[in-house]
């Protein structure tokens, strides 16, 4: 089993939209939990950094730790067409050296259609 | 601005050629990354440095080598050793005590 799992899509919607990423882990030690936004030829952008479990919001985007079900989600209110992107999930745990430790997902490739 | 920087953003080298990626940061940071980024292969880390003057390898360092002469600064050398050295390669920094990194915007590389 992979450490973290990410659907890569492609996810096509339409504006204005709540769209639903998702990933999962077997990793229980894994505590911080991050998702980039990655735009066609660009480097990956941090989005949401998230402690632990619970909910983090930040304008149209919400982050959900779910750490008994090793899952989290990111999910993105009113999508526009600004949104489309792939995405990133992104996690490490604490005390296993530096960021060199985070792991990746492979990414969801997100189309928001005007 | 702080930020990180890569260039050049687009090259081409020859088979046999070995070629040399920039990047800087002013983020004052002490840790560097490089990954190798391919389609459907997701991030994949090549070399680290958490300090000036010593790195590891990650994942996938055969056929690359590294140096971290300043703070500012991780240069990536492809070498002709690397077998599908075609790809996309993304530098990154962080803090010495953060769980996170930050990218640059990256270079593409291709072989002809």
């Known amino acids: 089993q992979k450490e973290v799992e990410q659907d890569p899509g492609p996810l096509s919607v339409p504006e204005g939209a709540i769209v639903s990423l998702n990933c999962t882990y077997s990793n229980s030690a894994f505590q911080y939990f991050m998702w980039y936004r990655q735009y066609s030829r660009k480097g990956p952008e941090l989005l949401m950094y998230?402690?632990?479990?619970g909910n983090k919001e930040d304008g149209r985007f919400t982050a959900q730790v779910d750490k008994s079900s090793k899952y989290i989600s990111l999910f993105i209110r009113d999508s526009q067409p600004s949104d489309s992107a792939t995405y990133l999930c992104?996690?490490?745990?604490?005390?296993?050296?530096?960021?060199?430790?985070?792991?990746f997902g492979k990414g969801t490739k997100l189309t928001v259609n005007p | 601005d702080g930020g990180i920087t890569q260039s050049p953003k687009y090259l081409f080298r020859k088979e046999g050629q070995n070629v040399t990626l920039s990047c800087e940061q002013n983020?004052?940071?002490?840790?560097m990354y490089w990954y190798r980024q391919d389609p459907g292969q997701g991030l994949r880390l090549i070399y680290y440095?958490?300090?000036?003057?010593?790195?590891q390898k990650g994942d996938i360092a055969e056929g690359y080598s590294v140096s971290r002469e300043k703070k500012e600064s991780f240069p990536l050398t492809v070498t002709s050793a690397q077998k599908n050295p075609t790809a996309f390669y993304l530098c990154?920094?962080?803090?010495?005590?953060?769980?996170?990194?930050?990218f640059g915007e990256g270079s593409w590389l291709t072989v002809v």
């Open positions: 992104a996690m490490s745990a604490q005390g296993q050296g530096g960021s060199e430790k985070l792991v």
């Open positions: 990154a920094s962080s803090p010495s005590s953060g769980n996170t990194i930050y």
């Open positions: 440095s958490q300090i000036v003057n010593d790195f």
């Open positions: 983020l004052n940071h002490d840790a």
């Open positions: 998230t402690y632990s479990s």
